[in-house]
Nanobody
Framework: QVQLVESGGGLVQAGGSLRLSCAAS????????MGWFRRAPGKEREFVAA????????YYADSVKGRFTISKDNAENTVYLQMNSLKPEDTAVYYC????????????????????????WGPGTQVTVSS
C-alpha cells in the first residue's frame, strides 16, 4: 500500500508560480505511475498531469500545457508539479494519485485521465490564485 501526502499549496497572485510536492511512503514508488488532479468549487475532479513509472512519458491537460511541469524522483519517492503563469481558474484543491498501471496501457487511449485508473490518493492541498 502507498500513502501520499501533498504539500506546497497556498495563495499566489495571477502570473505567479507554485511547486507542489507529493511524498509517497513505501519502497515500491518506482512501480507506480503518478498523476495530479484538481477539483474546483462546484466542479468535478479533473485531470491535470501524469507521468509514467520511469518518468519517461508525461501527459498534460490542454488547459495547463506549457505552464505546468510534472516530474518524478524515484530516489526521493516524490512527484512534483511545477506550476507557472498561474491563473485564477487554476484555483482548486490539488490531489496526487498513484497508479499500478504500466505502459503502454497507462498512456493508451488517454487512460491516465481517468480517476479509476489510480489506486491511491492523497488528501489534497489547496491552491488559490488571486486576480
Amino acid at each position: 500500500q502507498v500513502q501520499l501526502v501533498e504539500s506546497g499549496g497556498g495563495l499566489v497572485q495571477a502570473g505567479g508560480s507554485l511547486r507542489l510536492s507529493c511524498a509517497a511512503s513505501g519502497r515500491t514508488f518506482s512501480s507506480y505511475a503518478m498523476g495530479w488532479f484538481r477539483r474546483a468549487p462546484g466542479k468535478e475532479r479533473e485531470f491535470v498531469a501524469a507521468i509514467s513509472r520511469t518518468g519517461a512519458r508525461t501527459y498534460y491537460a490542454d488547459s495547463v500545457k506549457g505552464r505546468f511541469t510534472i516530474s518524478k524522483d524515484n530516489a526521493e519517492n516524490t512527484v512534483y508539479l511545477q506550476m507557472n503563469s498561474l491563473k485564477p481558474e487554476d484555483t482548486a484543491v490539488y490531489y496526487c494519485a498513484a497508479s499500478k498501471t504500466s505502459e503502454p496501457y497507462f498512456g493508451a487511449s488517454g487512460r491516465y485521465r481517468l480517476v479509476y485508473v489510480y489506486d491511491y490518493w492523497g488528501p489534497g492541498t489547496q491552491v488559490t490564485v488571486s486576480s
